[in-house]
């Protein structure tokens, strides 16, 4: 009887202590407990920028971030919160259900149940990766990718973790689904990759708060930013001088100790750039760091003058701001320097090496191309290098009968088109031109610019999206495609849309991927089909269910 009379009064006392708190931060102090680098009871002490963070009630915040800055535990304690103080349920996205889903329960979800004994007395059920029960409240874990996932899951509070590696339609979709819910919020979190895409995009149209403290040495209200606040002492990385690296007030220029951190930034605060925006918007990078020493920020940083991936790491990663690494996007230069003083043809021209990429949308997006050998045919086997590329015509259908219109009109004799999202009616197009039409398919397990034909009756291939768009692009640095001088504003849009990045795969290494911001990337997309015709045309295509290399 008394272990009974015992346990319900520490249930007693622990409802009433949770009826008390009123505040995420203060949630965060009483039942959340952390591991290495910083165990022990959550505390503001390493990531003050998140104190405020943590109790921001608008309806949407948004996160533009360095890497490694606390913004998925604010994110977590948010969740945590509203599951057991509100009793809402929440809706976490990331990029993708495998194996990011996974990854989430295992690296974040099981540790802070582990770690805390109040979390593990909240949650009943927590065998499904996806779903995680608490009461009445739930967590639902989903990835960015499927539509039915973000349409099935009513939840007022939606959290969206590494917001410039979603499908960023699908996010949309989710505020749609979310909108029958009276009180809702979304919490939106990301590094940035480019400007106006993703995270930025609604970073831009935030409050666009930066953490601001008390500089020990002037005392004036100052922040850090880059390249002011770095004092690096090397000019190259493997100098032993870089680590007397340090950072400094912009201001006054004194020196602020990295160990010191944790005193001076203690009392900052958030000042917002915008004071009449709906959405209250946050930015921080990695000088504000008590992990990461002012070295490696200089290290990284002179690697990055001469190594575009560091470049790209060193701005996105440590910086947290969007940027474009020179020549990762087609210019207006370099269109105007490939555009020559010929205008679109209705027709053929004799004896010419005629094919067609199509990309499938809304419309059906077409560049019409013929392709001659340059003067360099003699130095290299690659067909691709070794010949120069007309646009005869571009332009944009909305039936695909019309595109039998083209053939027949222009001769193609082979034409490339997206299988998706209209596969049937790309399916019939290829099977009444049957043997001059492949449905394409981008995908894993192919590389560079091998295609692997599937059976020659399905009509179909698969190739590596980032190795095409790169030989296809490419024609424009190094001029060796002719546009005509009426060539389509929108279509030169839509090529300058596409800008490369780099971003490390499961084990660590740099890989390229291509993102665009706001405009659309029809005719870059058509432009890369338009070259696979190309080499399939030229008699290197193989043979049914093969992997071809051109």
């Not at 996160?63 to 599951?83: D, P, R, V």
């Not at 004092?231 to 001088?241: F, H, L, M």
């Not at 201001?251 to 000042?271: Q, S």
């Not at 296809?472 to 190094?478: Q, T, Y």
């Amino acid at each position: 009887m008394h272990k009974l009379e015992t346990k319900l009064r520490e249930v007693i006392s622990s409802g009433l202590k949770r009826r008390s708190i009123t505040k995420c931060s203060t949630w965060a102090l009483n039942c959340r407990v952390m591991g290495p680098p910083f165990p022990g009871p959550w505390s503001f002490d390493h990531h003050p920028w998140t104190r405020a963070m943590h109790d921001c009630n608008d309806e949407m915040v948004v996160g533009q971030k360095a890497a490694q800055m606390g913004f998925t535990e604010w994110a977590l304690n948010k969740a945590f919160y509203h599951i057991d103080i509100m009793g809402e349920s929440v809706l976490y996205v990331l990029p993708a259900s495998t194996p990011d889903a996974t990854d989430f329960s295992t690296s974040r979800f099981d540790p802070a149940l582990e770690l805390s004994p109040h979390l593990r007395n909240l949650f009943s059920d927590v065998k499904n990766v996806g779903h995680k029960r608490a009461g009445n409240a739930n967590l639902f874990v989903r990835g960015s990718r499927s539509k039915s996932q973000m349409r099935s899951i009513p939840a007022p509070r939606l959290i969206f973790d590494e917001v410039d590696v979603m499908v960023q339609e699908n996010i949309i979709l989710a505020f749609e689904r979310a909108s029958g819910q009276v009180d809702k919020q979304f919490l939106l979190l990301s590094t940035p990759t480019i400007d106006n895409f993703g995270i930025n995009s609604y970073f831009k149209g935030s409050t666009q708060d930066h953490f601001m403290f008390k500089c020990p040495c002037c005392s004036r209200l100052t922040e850090l930013i880059f390249p002011e606040c770095l004092e690096i002492t090397a000019e190259e990385e493997s100098d032993p001088a870089i680590t007397n690296t340090f950072i400094k007030c912009k201001d006054c220029g004194g020196k602020l100790e990295h160990e010191d951190k944790i005193n001076f930034l203690r009392n900052g605060e958030w000042v917002s750039s915008y004071t009449n925006r709906l959405a209250h918007g946050y930015h921080i990078n990695q000088l504000y760091s008590m992990t990461v020493k002012p070295y490696e920020l200089a290290r990284l940083y002179l690697k990055s003058t001469s190594n575009p991936a560091a470049e790209q790491e060193f701005y996105n990663g440590k910086l947290g701001l969007p940027h474009i690494v020179a020549g990762a996007r087609i210019t207006d230069v370099m269109l105007e320097e490939c555009t020559g003083n010929i205008k679109k043809l209705d027709s053929p021209p004799l004896n010419s090496f005629i094919v067609m990429g199509v990309d499938v949308g809304g419309w059906l997006h077409y560049e019409i191309t013929q392709y001659y050998m340059n003067d360099n045919q003699m130095l290299t086997n690659d067909i691709h290098l070794s010949s120069k590329a007309r646009i005869i015509t571009e332009g944009k259908v909305r039936e695909f009968e019309e595109l039998d219109l083209l053939m027949r009109q222009y001769g193609i004799l082979f034409c490339v088109i997206d299988a998706n999202p209209e596969r049937r009616k790309a399916l019939e197009f290829a099977k009444r031109f049957y043997g001059h039409v492949r449905l394409c398919f981008y995908g894993n397990g192919v590389s560079g610019k091998q295609i692997h034909l599937h059976d020659e009756s399905e009509h179909t291939m698969t190739v590596d999206r980032t190795s095409w768009l790169d030989l296809s692009l490419a024609r424009f640095k190094n001029q060796s495609i002719i546009l005509p001088i009426d060539l389509d504003v929108e279509y030169k849009d839509n090529i300058k849309a596409l800008v490369r990045i780099y971003e490390k795969d499961k084990s660590g290494n740099q890989v390229g991927r291509y993102v665009k911001g706001n405009d659309d990337d029809h005719y870059a997309h058509a432009r890369s089909y338009n070259e696979m015709a190309f080499g399939l045309a030229s008699g290197l295509g193989g043979s049914k269910d093969s992997d071809i290399s051109l």
